[in-house]
């Protein structure tokens, strides 16, 4: 506030101030009507990171469905050599009295319906020594002539089954932009959450030391295995070492290798009828959409 | 005692009990693998190794997912097609009545995994092949699966000794998972080239890369050079 000099208004001078005082107010008034109503700018400079942390959290409330989806498929599907993510199934044997080629289909039904207490079957198909019996979700095939049976079904596991098939983007259509959809959430939520707070915690320094820890390990693991190509470079080296038969170690030579050997009953890979043209092209068009 | 000491301590002990577990189990792992370490110390009549490197032995295969087709026998239809000068079309019943083979094959799976010494029975390429008199400029077998999945394999590769249209393993039906009724059999190549649910046979000229051939995966896809990805 403009401090006149004192007593400048009381020696009886003519009140020059007042316009003064007027022009004195004006900025009062434009600070205080910026601070009623700031620029767009001064807005953005002021709250930016508060928006920031509440789109964070709204996005994160959308996203939590599918994360969940993703992640708990993630891990289902990440260990398929392990279990079955998306079936639990059974399969057992049992041995019955044989049954000839001879005997009426009706009747070889009857014989296997009796002695393995089965129902009446959906659909029955009989081939060379086989006899099918389906049923919801299970099939009994029967070897007539040994008399095996191998009696075998499986279920959909709950929620894994459907979210596995999400994960896998195997219905197409809508799911590959929501899919793309959620994608660009998780970026939004990635890097706003590099900048929700400031100061020692944000990314001055534990923010800066987790975020670096966090892309250090995939750029890590890219090093210390080699990467995409260290395969390539692991067979190279060892054609290098020990070429195998037909195999100079050239990369760039055609993907094509011998036929097995026909008399070797275990696998082979030679044969005395292969020209060893080993300059055959390999004609392989661009890569196309695959039908699924 | 401090907040920032107990988070700390936290950390540690969280730490060390993650990487014992996982060292435990690891350790757990490799002492009881007996069959893998058996395994790679055979050699095959080739002179390759009998494991492929980075597989280890399994007893069972293993299921690793896929559209399932409708795995009854009498929905099942192989097509035998493409450059060929008769294609014809087989079902369950006609398969069998081909002449059949049942030999004792390795398959290894691109995860990992292998299972060796499976009693496969069924219709070798070959013979269908022979059936269907393919044409000379044929260079290429398409395998063709439920839903549109296939697989591409080399000619002389396809038409190995080995490699079959196969409806049976260790005297079983494959179970639905496993591709039944029918599926096929590449055997010296990753598993992922034996296409489950098979629906048909297609001779072709140019390559076509297949499902998982144009999702990353190696074209060719010989284990023994470990060409798992493209």
Redesign the interface.
Known sequence: MHEGPAGASSDGAAPVSEPKAKEDAAPQKASAASRLNPSFTTLVRKRWRGWLRSIHRDVGYLAVGLTVIYAVSGLA?NH???W????T?F?R?YTIAPIGADVPDAEAVARVREALHLGVPR?V?R??D?L?L?YDGR?V?V?GDSG?V?D?G?SPRFFLRVA?WLH?N?GKKAWTYIADGYAVLLLYLAISGLFMIKGKLGLRWRGLLLAGLGAGIPTAYVLLSGG?NA?ER??ADASAVAP??GDDGDDNEP????????T???????TPG?DGDDDEP????P?????? | MSRAWERRQFLKTAAAGTAFLALGGALVRLAADDLTRDARAETRADGKKRLPPGQRVIEKLKPMGGDEGSGDVKDFRLRVHGLVKNPFELDYAALLKLPQVEQKVDVHCVTGWSMLDGLWKGVTVALLAEKAGIKSEARHVIFEAAHGYTANVLLKEALAPQAMVTYRLNGKPFARKHGAPVRGLVPDLYFWKSAKWLTGIRFVKNDEPGYWETRGYNNHADPWKEERYA
């Open positions: 599907i398929l050599q392990d079955d993510p998306n079936f199934g399969q044997e659909d198909y081939a060379g086989e099918h389906t099939t095939v070897y095996q191998t075998q499986q596995n896998y195997r995409p395969n692991k067979t195998s038969a993907i094509e290798r011998p036929a097995p050997r026909a070797t009953p275990g696998p082979a890979t030679d292969d390999i004609e392989r068009p890569v196309r959409t695959p039908p699924r």
